[in-house]
């Protein structure tokens, strides 16, 4: 794990859980992190959500039922080892029983034992018992805030493993990995105020409310596009924004009535300006696919050196830009 800026941080001794926690989000959301050491594409929580789906697929579109066995059996293995039920005291395996002859239900050690009608029923119990709420992830939350505030090495396992479900429910719900990772970092090592105590973990992870917003986004388009966007909804389209100067007498100056050989010329410098930009944009696209190119040929063992070269490049780049 590459280390933060702990300028802030003024009692590590008290935080040690804390400083994990918030290297781990970085490790975890890092792209070029260890499979082992990256979130889970599904936890039990959308993996329920994934059985669910197939099963809607098999009894309305014709889906192989044999494409659900493979996700129950996960499912099964998934919430066998969920310390999140096991710390809470529930036990979601209880509802994988199977119908017998008589009428009567038992319970199975396998999950390859379901048919698809017994595969069903513990699908839908165990996401109306945990998952319909925010039941898991209140337990995710309750859990890290626990593990943290212990400040015990010991916990520092369970501590992985709720906070790589936790992340993965937040991305899994919207959140993109870049937020998070901007929002933690922030936090942890751009903070104002000093981090003193192990308690600011609630302030963090409250963060992420899963509140909708609302956001005004201002788009510049060319004619071309304006057919396009006028098939989209809560859309206003706008002929053209007043050129704005930087300085008084500039905006004086737009805002005067220039004759029509002014008006040309100003519409052959904003042609040329146009122009340069878009040119700088394609220059700046294709230095990426560079950068990507040559990172995909770099092996693992010397990916966190690259990775180090390019924070120390970008750093270098951001002073030369400020002087």
């Known amino acids: 794990m590459k280390q933060g800026d702990l300028s802030q941080w003024n009692n590590i001794e008290a935080c040690k859980n804390l400083l994990f926690f918030a290297q781990l989000v970085n490790e975890l959301l890092f792209d070029y992190s260890i499979p082992s050491n990256r979130i889970s594409t599904l936890n039990s929580h959308f993996l329920c959500l994934d059985a669910i789906n197939v099963i809607n697929g098999i009894e309305k579109s014709g889906v192989n039922e044999g494409s659900l066995k493979p996700i129950i059996e996960e499912l099964y293995t998934t919430l066998e080892k969920d310390i999140t039920f096991i710390k809470h005291g529930e036990n979601p395996l209880d509802y994988f029983m199977k119908m017998q002859p008589n009428g009567s239900y038992r319970r199975i050690s396998k999950a390859e034992e379901l048919n698809l009608q017994d595969a069903k029923n513990a699908v839908y119990a165990i996401q109306?018992?945990?998952?319909?709420?925010?039941?898991?992830?209140?337990?995710?939350?309750?859990?890290?805030?626990?593990?943290?505030?212990?400040?015990?090495?010991?916990?520092?396992?369970?501590?992985?493993?709720?906070?790589?479900?936790?992340?993965?429910?937040?991305?899994?719900?919207?959140?993109?990995?870049?937020?998070?990772?901007?929002?933690?970092?922030?936090?942890?090592?751009?903070?104002?105020?000093?981090?003193?105590?192990?308690?600011?973990?609630?302030?963090?992870?409250?963060?992420?409310?899963?509140?909708?917003?609302?956001?005004?986004?201002?788009?510049?388009?060319?004619?071309?596009?304006?057919?396009?966007?006028?098939?989209?909804?809560?859309?206003?389209?706008?002929?053209?924004?007043?050129?704005?100067?930087?300085?008084?007498?500039?905006?004086?100056?737009?805002k005067a009535k220039k004759p029509k050989n002014q008006d040309y010329l100003q519409h052959l410098h904003w042609q040329q300006h146009d122009t340069e930009q878009r040119q700088e944009i394609m220059n700046a696209v294709k230095a990426i696919h560079d950068y990507f190119d040559s990172a995909r040929k770099i092996a693992p063992e010397y990916q966190q050196m690259a990775f180090d070269a390019c924070i120390t490049a970008v750093v270098t780049e951001m002073n030369n830009g400020n002087r």
């Open 128 to 254: 109306n018992k945990y998952f319909r709420s925010s039941w898991y992830s209140d337990m995710l939350v309750e859990d890290i805030c626990a593990l943290v505030k212990s400040n015990d090495p010991q916990d520092q396992l369970d501590l992985f493993r709720q906070t790589k479900s936790f992340l993965t429910e937040l991305v899994n719900q919207d959140y993109s990995s870049r937020y998070i990772t901007y929002q933690a970092n922030q936090f942890f090592y751009r903070s104002r105020v000093s981090i003193i105590s192990p308690d600011v973990i609630s302030n963090f992870l409250s963060i992420f409310s899963h509140q909708k917003n609302t956001y005004e986004i201002i788009l510049v388009a060319d004619k071309g596009s304006l057919q396009f966007f006028k098939t989209l909804n809560n859309i206003t389209m706008l002929d053209e924004y007043a050129m704005k100067g930087h300085t008084h007498n500039e905006a004086i100056f737009f």
